[in-house]
């Protein structure tokens, strides 16, 4: 299963331009993490809606794969990001989670932090849906 | 007005990374496309979930700029993206409005089209707050 | 396909309570209007953000069906509502519509109108995911 | 503060309507629960979306009261519902949750459970945003 989602990963280009990486695959659950490049900022220097967003859903993507058979991945059908706090510092780190897995439909949410001199603030949270595709 | 979502939209270094440029300022819309990049992809190889969302959010929080006096700008409260079909082709373009101006929230929306071989297709459309911060 | 929806409809109790009824429906858009009844209110005396999901929600869900075969009909996966502006006056019309058909969702959106002294404020948006279930 | 909330509460009609009761107030938490009335139904007799988007809506309002001064109450700019399962059986009950907390803005969360035979089933969350008005 790990495999599978790092190959995945791997395959993703903008997971790339962001630097980012998986640090954990359980079942339901996928952590990704990427530093707040000096490419992926907003007009005031903080990390763009746009990232939080990127690596939110990936991280809830993936984490609803861990629950599919070999013959199909997922898409997103539609995500929802509240932003809590601005994104401020080195990293940002997304944990994302199935909600409700289903055949047809997964609810998944994710959580992602920005790390700044060690602290951890939540930035962003994200409640959204993963479709079924054959591969 | 132009020249100041212009001058602010330069500010985004996202936007630069995904080569996006400003088409339209009209007050309370703003047009935005961006080519689909070789780095702006998912597995499949077809756009990001993300690049639609960071256009379609851009697009949105800088239509409600236009309605803001010159000491205020707006960041992203929350949005919603439903993804309405892969993202194919050589261009993204959003159209971001203002459905609603207030004094402390702005209710926008985005629409997201892909271009390919000069077909437009809606592949996203945005539902969303943003929230005006001083300068 | 009007007198499916109106069956459909006369069966949801819920619509009822509300002294909902269905003023339109065409393929892809389907009009419901409510009193804005004494029962149906929040604190401060104006409807309840509920009333503009219910009868918003269920706009969307009918013009969805008016594109659905026979042997289905729908139920709501997710659904985001914005509310803009208190629900003051007699009567609250919304008009639902469908974005996007498919075979496994469809994306709608409705937008909720109160109106008070014969005029007309725009109270709600909505932007959602139906998805087609066997009866 | 549990005195506030109930009093207000009780100025909901809608609330009324439904049978719905506060089970519990907490700081930044609420739990209410209704029972699935014959009129709070749709075409297929189990709970309406509306139900369970009213009641983990005005939990989550409520738990976002909790942290108000006294001179302000709360109206939801946005939310979003996740419909996870058919809501069926006798009751159901939800709990709302701040998830971030702030001067202009209120984030809340909201899960909803349906009861059958003494059985909990998630058959809803909700992502939202409160916002501030004075009373």
Known sequence: MEQRITESFSRQSMMATFGA????VEE???II?????EGSRQQQGVAHAALAFALGDTAAGYSALTLMPEDQEV???ENKINLLAPGRGDLMRTTGR???PGRRLIVVS??????????????????????????
């Open 21 to 24: 990486k998986i640090d954990l």
């Open 28 to 30: 339901g659950s996928v």
């Open 33 to 37: 993490s990427a530093p707040i490049l």
């Open 75 to 77: 898409m997103t059908a």
């Open 98 to 100: 199935v909600l409700k």
């Open 110 to 135: 994710a959580e992602v932090y920005a790390i700044e001199d060690n602290r951890e603030t939540l930035v962003a949270v994200l409640q959204g849906t993963m479709i079924p595709v054959p591969i």
